[in-house]
């Protein structure tokens, strides 16, 4: 004789319950995985857009050039030369290789000059906001020497170092330096005591709360400044190049103009153009790289 089990119909609701939830499950893991690849997607689209815009300024921007000096008869086109004369002086020095020569002395002083510039501006503006003895002593000068041009300091750059490639470094180093140094000390200095406290009770050191707390609390600080930075690297290439230079895009401008060869003047300054432009494109792709919590403005 055999009796009906009770306990079956209880496992089988059990199990349809337990199936609904993996069912609901998947259903919210398929919902954020649509989510993201919409995101993606509008991403994507907007990126287009924006890069076609700006390949559209570009291209209104060199017409407008073009026409200029057609359509305003005062102007003297020997020395406002349209983009095709610029771009007709450029062919010879690219096929020579003249360009690239100058172009790859003026990255390397600019970029080691920006390197040197960053690590002691972000060594000095933590340690002039982390110590206050030091903060105190060094205030005056920094503050005092951050108001002086770095153009005031070529002809004591020559003097001291010659007219090789250390003045222009230093020049360009010296430049670098104050932008990143003031925004590093102002971000770890205005870090959120509260935060600090938060670390110390949970065990960290100084070392720890440096580097997990502070320098992440200023990051949006340092940022700013470094991108700074990079402009002004640019700006002070140009006159640390001028000051006794036998290579390199300022020296090419100030040769066209000894030479009254206004087109090469003007290949300079679309390239010092360009160079600025994709360093801070650069700048903003590496930061989204490390940073992708963070948010720049472009």
Not at 138 to 144: D, Q, R, W
């Amino acid at each position: 004789m055999s009796f009906p089990s009770i306990a079956q119909p209880e496992l089988g609701a059990e199990g349809r319950r337990q199936g609904g939830a993996a069912a609901t499950v998947a259903d919210t893991v398929s919902l954020a995985e649509r989510f993201q690849q919409d995101s993606e997607r509008q991403e994507r689209s907007r990126r287009r857009g924006r890069i076609a815009l700006n390949l559209l300024g570009v291209a209104l921007f060199l017409l407008a050039w073009e026409a200029i000096p057609h359509v305003f008869e005062w102007i003297n086109p020997a020395l406002f030369p349209p983009p095709s004369k610029v771009l007709e002086a450029a062919i010879p020095l690219i096929r020579s290789g003249e360009l690239f020569g100058h172009i790859g002395m003026s990255l390397l002083r600019a970029i080691s000059g920006f390197v040197i510039a960053l690590v002691l501006g972000i060594s000095v503006g933590v340690l002039t906001a982390r110590i206050p003895l030091l903060q105190y002593v060094s205030e005056p000068v920094l503050h005092g020497f951050r108001s002086v041009p770095s153009l005031a300091v070529v002809p004591l750059a020559v003097l001291w170092f010659g007219i090789g490639e250390a003045p222009k470094v230093a020049l360009i180093a010296w430049g670098a330096f104050f932008p990143i140094w003031i925004t590093t000390f102002i971000g770890v200095r205005d870090t959120n005591v509260v935060y600090l406290r938060s670390a110390a009770s949970l065990g960290a050191g100084r070392l720890q709360q440096l580097f997990l707390v502070v320098l992440p609390a200023a990051l949006p600080f340092i940022l700013a400044g470094v991108r700074q930075a990079l402009a002004v690297s640019l700006v002070v290439l140009v006159a640390a190049e001028l000051s006794g230079s036998t290579q390199g895009i300022a020296y090419m401008m100030s040769l066209g103009h000894q030479l009254f060869q206004v087109e090469i003047m003007f290949i300079g300054l679309v390239l010092l153009g360009v160079f600025g432009f994709l360093a801070d494109r650069l700048f903003l792709l590496v930061t989204r790289k490390l940073f992708p919590w963070y948010h720049t403005v472009s």
